[in-house]
């Protein structure tokens, strides 16, 4: 079964930092991966996707991925980050077969938080 | 598009009694919906899939007698929560798949519902 981990589970930066934050996917076979966003009091919004094909995955808000088979990893980017970018981020991979398919692992989240 | 309602936003009940969560999709068929749990400063918990028009397949550890899933329409997937009890307070996330598209592993997130069972 596929497992995602989240190694850095709080990011404090200020306001125009450079963010990475980690992901890791446990999966060798084909391999989907999402970052989703949750803003405080929100639900969980999609930031981007990779399924295939260009591993630089570019997302909305100006965030990026890329997705490092070697590595097992798809971290999240972004150059500059606004004091917006408040919230709680989750890495995801979907498994499962039949009735289950499409169900998503999400790791534990990193609570970023940007001061301004 | 691929917006997704969760009603009610909040709920307060008392230990025993019965909760139904509603979850649609508001403007495409979702022939998948997914029931998550999330606890504070948590990740989501994955409680069950629901497919329309048959039975739920529900992770281990979730008790399929507490926690009903009705997946009746392309819609429309009700969680209720049986015999609630303190322990069950959490915050409940539904989300969709669109059966159509052609990406059909994203999944479009609800905005949740919050159980407080007193």
């Known amino acids: 079964a596929q497992s995602v981990s989240q190694h850095n589970h709080h990011v404090i930066l200020s306001e125009a930092a450079s963010l990475e934050l980690g992901c890791n996917y446990s999966y060798g076979g084909t391999v989907n991966l999402f970052w989703y966003v949750q803003y405080p009091g929100q639900h969980l919004q999609l930031l981007l996707k990779y399924f295939s094909g260009d591993p630089l995955v570019k997302g909305i808000k100006g965030f990026e991925a890329e997705f490092i088979k070697s590595k097992f990893s798809f971290n999240l980017r972004k150059p500059s980050v606004q004091w917006s970018d408040t919230a709680e981020y989750f890495c995801?991979?979907?498994?499962?077969?039949?009735?289950?398919?499409?169900?998503?692992?999400f790791g534990r989240g990193t609570q970023l938080t940007v001061w301004p | 598009g691929a917006v997704v309602s969760q009603h009610p936003s909040w709920v307060i009940c008392k230990s025993g009694t019965s909760v139904k969560i509603e979850c649609r999709s508001l403007?495409?068929?979702?022939?998948?919906m997914f029931w998550y749990r999330q606890f504070p400063k948590q990740s989501l918990m994955l409680m069950a899939t629901s497919n329309e028009g048959s039975k739920a397949t529900y992770e281990q550890g979730v008790e399929k007698d507490k926690f009903l899933i009705n997946h009746a329409s392309l819609t429309l997937s009700t969680l209720t929560v049986t015999s609630a009890h303190p322990e069950d307070s959490s915050f409940y996330i539904c989300?969709?798949?669109?059966?159509?598209?052609?990406?059909?592993?994203?999944?479009?997130f609800g905005p949740g519902t919050r159980l407080l069972v007193l």
């Open positions: 403007d495409f068929q979702a022939t998948t």
């Open positions: 995801a991979s979907p498994s499962g077969r039949g009735s289950t398919l499409g169900r998503l692992y």
């Open positions: 989300s969709a798949r669109d059966g159509l598209r052609r990406s059909k592993e994203t999944q479009y």
